[in-house]
Structure formats: C-alpha cells, structure tokens
C-alpha cells in the first residue's frame, strides 16, 4: 500500500488525487465542482492553529501524526446488527446506522412517519429539497472541517418531516467509525428538513469500534420551518480511540423551536460547532450541553447563535465537569444584527473542576448591533462546593458518593431538558455509571 | 463509660485558637446545654467533634464510646452515631430530600454491616419521621434545603436526626431565626427522641430553647473553656445577669 503523505494536509490531497483520476469523464459534473472548490480551500487554508481564533484553545495538530490512508469511496467495514443491537437505547426502536461514512440499509430500522434514507439516494431523488437546503448552511468559509467534508463526504443520512407532520417517536441516529483495519478518517454529511408546522426528535450517538484511531467528520445541515418544533439530543460516550468533528447548522424560520442538547461523557477528542440562523420572528433557540472530562479528553463546544431577524429569543446553558488532566472548552457566541430588535437572548457557562490539573476555557462572546435587546451572558468556574460535601458526610455518606451524588445533581439540570423518556433514563444511568454509582 | 469524652480539647483554624483546652463530659440519656457569648467557641466544639476538616486539633482529644475518634473522618463519626445538626443547613440544589436520606440511611447501616433498607420500609420511616417535625410529603421529592424558609431548615434538621437515630446529637443554634411555633415543633421532635441510650448536647445563645427542652445540666462557654457547669437553673441566672458575670466570675477563679 502506497504510503500517502506525511501529514494530514498530504494525506488528504494525495487520497483526493487518487479519487479524482478514477473519475475519467465525471470530473466536470457540478458536484465534482464543489468538491473542487471545497478541497482547494482546504488546500489554502490547512489545518487551523492556535493563531485562529476560533481554535485558539484547540491544537489539532496532532492529526498530523495520525497514520492514515485516505480512501473516500471504500464502504467496506464488518459491523454486524449485533454490534447494532448493544448501541442502541430500549424504548427508541427507530434508527439508522451510518457506518464510515456510508448509510447502512441492512444495519438500520425504523417504522415511522418520516421521510428517512440515504443522501445519497436524496441527491438524485430529491431534487427540489437538495436544491433548496444541500450545501446551504454549513460553514465551509470559516471552518474547514465543513469544507473537507464538502470535499469528501459521499452519503450520510437524510430525514424530512413534511408539511404539518408531527412524529412523536424520536430517530436514533447511530454514527459508527470502524476503525479494526486502521486508523479511519471518515466523513458523513447529514440533511434535515423539518418542513412548516411539523415535529420531530432525533437522537444521535458516536461510536468507534476497533483498537484504532477513528476520526469522524460529520456535518448536518438542518432547516426548521415554519411553527416547527424540532429536538436534537447528541450523546457522545465514544471510547478513547474516538476523534470527534461535528459540525452542525440549523436555519429557523418564524415560530419556530430548535433545541440542541449535547451530552459528552468521553472520547479522546471531541469538537463540536453549534450554529443557528434566524430568518423571522418569534423563533426560539435552546442550547444545552454538559460535559465530563477524564484522562486526558478534550472536549470543545463552539456555538453560534445569529439573531438576524426581530422578536426572537436564544437560551443558552453549558455545564462541564472536568476532572483528572482533561481540557474542556466552551465559546459561545451570539450574534445580534442590526435588525434583530426586541431580542432576548441568554447564555451561561458554568464549569467545575476536580483536579489541579484539569483545565477550562470558557469564553462567551455576545456581538450586539441592535439598540432595544434584552442579552446577557455568565460564565464561572469552581470547584464541588466543600460546604456540601461536609453536610452529606456528616450524614454518614462516603466521601466518593457524595461527590458522585453532587455531581449528578449537577448534570440534572441538564438532562432533564431532554424531552423523551428513554433517553433522558439512559444517559442519566451513563452519567451515574461515570460516577461510580 | 461515658458516651462522649472531651479532653482538654484545643483547636485552632489558621492562626485563631479557639479551643483552649476543653473539657466535657456527656452519658447516654442526658441533656447538655453549652451557652455563651458569640465568638466563645460554641459552633467550633460542636463542627470539631463533628469532624470538620476547617480546624487542626492541636492539642487533647476526643473519645466516643471509649474509643479515640480525634483523627476519624467525618462520615467515619457519623456512621458511629454522631449527628450534627447545622446552625445553617446546607442547600443542596438537585439531590431530593429522599435520595439524601436513603443514601444516608443505607450508608451508616452498611458501615454496621446491615442490608439496606427495602424501599417500603424506607418510605414508612419516611412518612413515620416527617409527621413527627410536622413536614409536607411534597417535602421529599424536593431538593435538599433548596427554597427552604430557616425554620423550614431547622426542622429538616430535625427530621434527619430522626431517620438516622444517632446516639449523640450536637444542635448547633437550632433554635436561632425560629418563630415561637417552629421553636415549639422541633422541641417537640427531641423531645420524642429522648431516651437513656442517646444523649444530645444543645448549643445555644439563649435560654428560650431550654423552657422547652430541659437540660441536665448547663456548661457555660468562654473564651474557648468551659468556665462554670451547672443544672438547668444555670441558664435561668445567665439569663437575668448575662455573660458577662459568667467572664467576670471566671477570672475571679482563675486569679484566685
């Protein structure tokens, strides 16, 4: 097997060369184009240092020394139903399995009201919906993770709810990185269209199975309509072979509610990029995310929250708990235009850390260019509150579990904005296993 | 034997020393009063035998039941059967009354090397104990202390002395910031507790809370001594004359 660069950035270029002269007489399609334009972006750009802003408190160099081969069209891998079986969650029987990049049909199931297949069946199926929302939302200007994964994404899944169509039972979406033959850089690229007056769920998880490294490059474009009301529960328990990209841009229209709660107990890296444009009024935005650090994770939650149009509201809440030599960072940024009057938006970040040598970066960011908002935003960091963990010991309780008991109370108000059931049952189970409980 | 045994205890936090070798001495089935003026040491003695890791003991000990508990940790003590009841309870925003007391509960019957209690056991004493300090029973599902009125607090102090049954319990100004009608529920609920195997020691500013619990004896704190022991009329004539005779007649005895 040819060795295919020294660094992350040859590694690429090499794999997508590879692609490209298999194509023959494809390569002036007007896909192949934006692949084009994506990929020489990254050629331009590179991987992003501490010099970026938006990555001031995140090296990704270590990519560099990852030893992988780039082979964007291979969709073999050998995860079986039963591997299915121990990621999914009793009570959520709808799911779809994306598997190094690719939609699995025989890995996935699901009985419901939605529209859910491939993307790449979408692409030739769905003409109107791709025209109107593929490739509209993601960032590929300032991230260049959305634009390598522009560059390099084949399929993913995609999920539409029509026109007043309201699907109680949620979507499990199950993203799997099999990383037994190798090291693994793959990408999915996911579309969501939730049309006006509709209702839907989706509940999405990462996992890597193999003992080596898998690097996953997962961009969802979603578009919330009209009265729509969509939830989105990410849960990120990976192993520590997982590195994590995700990418995530909604598009609300007016009365709409969009809620993203994001849940990360582990994973050698985790990045998660959190956008959301307004385009009318009256639309709600919830944010919700906690985290918790061990060993050496690292786990980074941007968010950007765009206020372009009047009488909307933003409510934004992080918490992490980081303990042993993890980093956790949190950049939240809310964006008000100067349109965007009558804005009400909020945000809070709140870390504890339980070592000395654990570590938080907490930036929030508001940018406000309308005169008559109501914005606010905190941030603290501390450690558990030693006042309490006096009074439940002077109770007889052990030391570790009235920490573990703290801690969990502190994750409580997270989780408990989850919405369904099941869900909201299991991770909290998870984060109690964390603690030891 | 006694139940607990202070000896010429001294206990200091950075560089205050505010026990100055103290010494007390309390059997099953009494009542204790320590009074005295702010600042005496009172809350210290009742955090030091609790377990708190604020102060460094510098000097004397603790004995509970004859053995040495001076270096134990602090739920170490509680799962002896020592319970503080705080001046300020702690609010715990997220953990439900419930949870904290069948953690509790489970944990100082596990350290005795009992099985926990079954579910339907725990609710009873639930229910059992709630009623005694007057609790509501949407009380349990709440979280610990959190929007609690100070009397609401004391009570629930109150209520957890009574789901763990300790032998020796230290109410540290249970009686501060509570109206004649909470004063009267949580004597009423210690009251009930009393009996000749347990023993409780009540620190307090003022002598109020003992025309309602009556003490056997009266220990006045100054200056991180005791400096004069007495029965339950001892809080009457600190009461009419104040702590400063206590001071004055203290140095009287030592200069003597």
């Not at chain 1, 590879?18 to 590179?46: M, P």
């Not at chain 1, 591997?83 to 029987?93: A, R, S, T, W």
């Not at chain 1, 950049?331 to 349109?339: A, C, S, T, Y």
């Not at chain 2, 025309?211 to 006045?220: E, K, L, Q």
């Amino acid at each position: 097997m040819p060795i295919q660069g020294n660094n992350f950035k040859e590694r690429i270029l090499s794999g997508f060369d590879i692609y490209e002269n298999h194509l023959n007489g494809h390569k002036d399609s007007a896909q192949h184009k934006v692949r084009v334009d994506a990929i020489k972006h990254f050629e331009a750009k590179g991987l992003p240092t501490l010099k970026n802003e938006l990555w001031k408190y995140t090296n990704v160099g270590f990519l560099n020394s990852l030893d992988f081969r780039l082979d964007i069209t291979d969709t073999n891998h050998s995860i079986t139903a039963e591997d299915i079986q121990k990621l999914k969650v009793d009570g959520i029987d709808n799911y779809v399995a994306i598997v190094n990049g690719f939609y699995s049909k025989e890995l996935s199931s699901f009985d419901t009201s939605l529209e859910v297949k491939s993307l790449k069946s979408a692409l030739s199926e769905n003409k109107e919906d791709i025209d109107a929302h593929f490739n509209k939302y993601l960032k590929n200007d300032t991230n260049v993770f959305s634009s390598l994964n522009t560059a390099l994404s084949f399929d993913g899944v995609f999920i539409k709810a029509k026109k007043g169509l309201v699907e109680e039972k949620p979507l499990h979406i199950i993203n799997i990185v099999d990383s037994r033959s190798g090291t693994q850089f793959k990408q999915a690229r996911n579309l969501i269209i939730a049309e006006d007056n509709s209702d839907m769920k989706l509940y999405e998880t990462n996992h890597t199975i193999g003992d080596n490294i898998g690097i996953s490059n997962i961009s969802t474009e979603i578009y919330v309509g009209h009265n729509t009301k969509l939830e989105h529960i990410k849960f990120q328990n990976d192993t520590d072979n997982g590195i994590y990209f995700a990418q995530s841009e909604a598009k609300q229209e007016r009365d709409s509610n969009y809620t993203s709660n994001t849940i990360t107990l582990n994973g050698k890296f985790v990045r998660n990029d959190l956008g959301t444009t307004h385009n009318g009024e009256n639309i709600e935005t919830h944010y919700y995310g906690y985290y918790y650090g061990s060993g050496r994770n690292l786990i980074d939650n941007h968010t950007m929250v765009d206020h372009a149009t009047p009488h909307c509201e933003s409510n934004e809440l992080y918490k992490g708990v980081l303990g042993d030599s993890s980093i956790g960072t949190f950049n939240g940024k809310i964006l008000v235009r100067p349109d965007a009057q009558k804005t009400n938006a909020y945000q809070s970040s709140k870390n504890v850390l339980l070592t000395d040598t654990a570590k938080v970066n907490a930036k929030p960011e508001l940018e406000i260019y309308a005169d008559d908002v109501k914005c606010s935003h905190g941030s603290s960091t501390g450690s558990i509150d030693k006042d309490a963990l006096f009074y439940l010991q002077s109770r007889g309780i052990l030391p570790e579990t009235a920490k573990a008991l703290l801690l969990l109370a502190y994750s409580q108000e997270i989780i408990d904005k989850i919405s369904v059931e099941p869900i909201r049952e299991y991770i909290a189970r998870q984060v109690e296993l964390k603690f030891g409980m | 034997m006694s139940l607990l045994k202070v000896e010429n205890l001294q206990a200091k936090i950075e560089d205050n020393q505010i026990l100055k070798g103290l010494n007390l001495e309390v059997n099953p089935g009494e009542v204790h009063a320590i009074m005295g003026p702010n600042g005496s040491g009172k809350s210290t003695l009742a955090s030091v035998i609790a377990g708190r890791e604020d102060y460094e003991i510098n000097g004397g000990r603790i004995l509970f039941e004859g053995e040495d508990i001076t270096d134990l940790e602090v739920h170490e003590r509680a799962q002896k059967g020592i319970f503080l009841a705080f001046q300020y309870p702690v609010e715990i925003p997220g953990v439900s009354n419930a949870n904290f007391m069948k953690s509790s509960v489970n944990a100082i019957r596990k350290a005795r090397g009992e099985e926990p209690l079954s579910p339907k056991d725990f609710l009873a004493r639930m229910r059992e104990k709630s009623a005694l300090v007057e609790i509501d029973k949407s009380f349990m599902s709440r979280a610990v202390n959190e929007g609690f009125s100070g009397g609401e607090k004391k009570r629930n102090e109150i209520f957890q002395l009574a789901m763990l049954e300790p032998k020796l319990a230290l109410l540290d100004e249970t009686d501060s910031g509570l109206d004649i009608d909470a004063l009267k529920i949580v004597s009423h609920g210690v009251n009930a507790l009393r009996n000749e195997n347990n023993a409780f020691v009540l620190i307090t500013h003022y002598q109020r809370l003992l025309n309602y619990i009556v003490p056997d004896f009266v220990h006045v704190l100054a200056d991180g001594r005791i400096v004069k022991s007495g029965g339950k009329e001892l809080a009457l004539e600190l009461e009419e004359k104040g702590y400063d005779w206590v001071k004055d007649h203290a140095v009287e005895e030592q200069t003597a």
